[in-house]
């Protein structure tokens, strides 16, 4: 067993980014598919350690205290750079997706309680191998595993979800820039304007120069210190409540309150470009620790008849991304980077979409209004709405006793 202390976790998640770059630039089908950085390069990585644990008996065992803050850190940027007057230029396309990402909610469970039946296992790893874990991510995966193994006697609930959870991180990032590519061969891409050298959004671009000081980096650091502090905060407080949210969502809400709060008052205008860089050198750090850490043979372990219900969910997702969520939002270049994103988080999680979207967007030009609508849905609707749709799946007659 080889121990890496936080110091060695930072050096060998920096050297995982380092390696995704070079991968990119040297293994040409990566990037003719977007696959982002950190997915390449986490990914390799861990299929290496997967191989020296069952070649070699070699473990590598990480401080991941750093992943948490990072994913925080990422979220609390979502909220700061969250300008509620944009949000609501955007209002329609958001209500729309929401509308959409609902409704693949409600079919991601029917798929999975369906083939859980099919293949004769019981319902409640339909719903953990559906928007439980899938949607729901880590987090959400544990919180429900732990009710069905205490409260329906599932003893293995918290395992499949974990196992879940973690093959939908690996399929979320890997599938967003492929369907991305299938769809934009049907649009027109966007127009490059020589005299708008940002986009919109700060986090479209992680590639591109941001001018900033030392005194703006420190106000920005201020400013998602609050963010940490408050919305972990109020998460404590509404933990075992009927209106209980992970804490992420509430670090993003206060991020969106401090924002337009400050600016409304005329006290503080955030600078949006220190924003854009800490907020993605948080998510390279966190995506780079979430799958070199990933354990592998977990799922490698996992029943044939899980794999098939994991293989359905991957399928659906493809399907409703390229025959839904594109036509839905319509049929344009924007809808292109949204399907993307849509995959990212309907089989992962929000970080996995904005890097899919950052690696089309890298390639083929910006899209303001996928940066404004996926990240608002995936980070802070989608939570509510699937306690919502998991709550009354659990009513129907199959979770009775």
């Not at 850190?73 to 958001?94: D, E, M, V």
């Not at 061969?185 to 941001?210: A, C, G, I, M, Y």
Request: proline letters at 4%.
């Amino acid at each position: 067993m080889l121990e890496l202390d936080i110091y060695g976790t930072l050096v060998a998640a920096s050297l995982v980014l380092l390696l995704g770059q070079q991968l990119l630039q040297r293994v040409r089908l990566l990037a003719v598919y977007t696959i982002p950085e950190p997915v390449a390069g986490g990914l390799l990585v861990a299929l290496l350690f997967l191989v020296a644990r069952n070649g070699l008996d070699l473990q590598v065992k990480f401080d991941t205290s750093l992943s948490a803050p990072m994913m925080l850190t990422f979220f609390a940027c979502i909220g700061l750079n969250a300008n509620l007057a944009s949000l609501l230029k955007g209002g329609r396309p958001l209500l729309v997706f929401l509308g959409v990402v609902v409704g693949f909610l409600v079919l991601q469970n029917l798929t999975g309680l369906l083939l859980a039946l099919a293949f004769g296992q019981t319902p409640f790893y339909g719903l953990l191998a559906g928007s439980i874990a899938l949607s729901g991510g880590h987090g959400t995966g544990i919180a429900w595993g732990t009710v069905f193994a205490e409260k329906h006697g599932v003893g293995t609930a918290t395992e499949v979800a974990l196992a879940c959870a973690t093959f939908g991180l690996i399929l979320g990032g890997v599938l967003g820039g492929p369907v991305a590519k299938f769809l934009i061969r049907r649009v027109t891409l966007p127009v490059v304007d020589s005299q708008h050298l940002e986009p919109e959004n700060t986090f479209e671009k992680p590639h591109e120069v941001r001018l900033i000081t030392a005194p703006a980096l420190i106000e920005t650091l201020a400013l998602i210190s609050i963010c940490l502090l408050a919305g972990q905060a109020i998460a404590r407080a509404l933990h075992g409540s009927l209106f209980e949210l992970p804490a992420f969502v509430c670090v993003l809400f206060v991020g969106v309150v401090l924002r337009n709060g400050l600016s409304a008052l005329g006290w503080y205008d955030v600078f949006e470009r220190a924003v854009s860089v800490l907020g993605n050198v948080s998510l390279a750090l966190f995506l780079a620790m979430a799958l070199m850490t990933l354990r592998l043979w977990e799922l490698s372990a996992l029943a044939l008849p899980l794999f098939g219900l994991l293989f359905g969910q991957a399928l659906l997702m493809v399907a409703y991304a390229v025959f839904v969520t594109f036509p839905v939002l319509g049929r344009n270049y924007d809808a292109a980077v949204i399907a993307a994103g849509h995959c990212g988080f309907g089989l992962g999680a929000t970080p996995t979409a904005i890097a899919n979207m950052q690696a089309v967007t890298d390639r083929f030009g910006s899209s303001p209004l996928a940066f404004l609508v996926v990240p608002m849905v995936g980070a802070f609707f989608i939570d509510i709405a699937n306690a919502i749709v998991i709550k009354l799946f659990l009513a129907l007659p199959f979770f009775s006793g």
